[in-house]
């Protein structure tokens, strides 16, 4: 099955600045690639993802770069602001998985 | 359009006693799966369904159970609950399995005595 390593599992920048989160997978045939955010005592809710056709997607302050020959795809938040505080899980599913794997999730602190 | 509704929302059990977290969902989603959340372990799958009738293991499914009779509900069973399994649940569904996104209740909080 996949294998999704996600780091860091914290990270704390003070407000304005920008935060960079990876994730790698293992299974070459994952196509699909979906950030989620978790507030504190909230659901997770998908706020950005990217399918392998494509390099980069954006979303005002938000992007998803892939680098499919490496196997990782990262989560980039610019100009970050207090309410970006969250855990945000990466995911990808296995080639024909019915099911996406998650990474563990970063705590990102944001301080005002 | 309610989404995906869990029930309940909290719940505290003694050691031994069984229960049934409800998940049901009204987007017309083949794909269901459920979640357990645990500090610093991130998302960890229980069993999932592709299908009314169709039902599979995660990765960690002991000591729960589940079954799909219809499209729009999958109920996860704690036969015999244990303190291990105190943790926060999630139900999430999906359109098309892992390449869709998942849409996530808002959890379960179960606490095991």
């Known amino acids: 099955g996949e294998n999704v390593e996600q780091h860091p599992s914290t990270l704390s920048v003070q407000e304005g600045d920008s935060a960079v989160i990876k994730c790698t997978y293992s299974?070459?045939?994952?196509?699909?690639f979906p950030w989620y955010k978790q507030e504190l005592g909230k659901r997770p809710q998908l706020i950005i993802d990217?399918?392998?056709?494509?390099g980069e997607k954006k979303d005002q302050r938000i992007a998803v770069t892939l680098n499919k020959t490496a196997k990782h795809f990262s989560l980039h938040i610019t100009e970050t602001q207090p309410e970006d505080s969250a855990v945000y899980f990466c995911?990808?599913?296995?080639?024909?998985?019915?099911?996406?794997?998650f990474g563990r999730g970063t705590s990102l602190i944001v301080h005002p | 359009n309610a989404g995906v509704t869990q029930t309940p929302k909290f719940q505290v059990l003694k050691t031994g006693q069984s229960m049934t977290l409800q998940c049901a969902q009204d987007?017309?989603?083949?794909?269901m799966s459920w979640y357990r959340q645990d500090p610093g372990m991130g998302l960890r799958l229980i069993h999932y369904?592709?299908?009314?009738?169709?039902?599979d293991q995660g990765e960690v499914p002991n000591g729960y159970n589940v079954s799909r009779s219809t499209t729009e509900d999958f109920p996860l069973r704690l036969l015999s609950a244990a303190p291990s399994q105190t943790s926060v649940y999630f139900c999430?569904?999906?359109?098309?399995?892992?390449?869709?996104?998942?849409?996530f209740g808002d959890g379960t909080r179960l606490s095991i005595l």
């Open positions: 999430a569904s999906s359109r098309q399995g892992g390449n869709q996104p998942q849409h």
């Open positions: 299974d070459s045939a994952s196509n699909y």
């Open positions: 990217i399918r392998s056709n494509v």
């Open positions: 995911a990808a599913p296995s080639g024909g998985s019915y099911i996406p794997t």
């Open positions: 987007m017309n989603h083949e794909y």
């Open positions: 369904s592709v299908g009314a009738g169709i039902t």
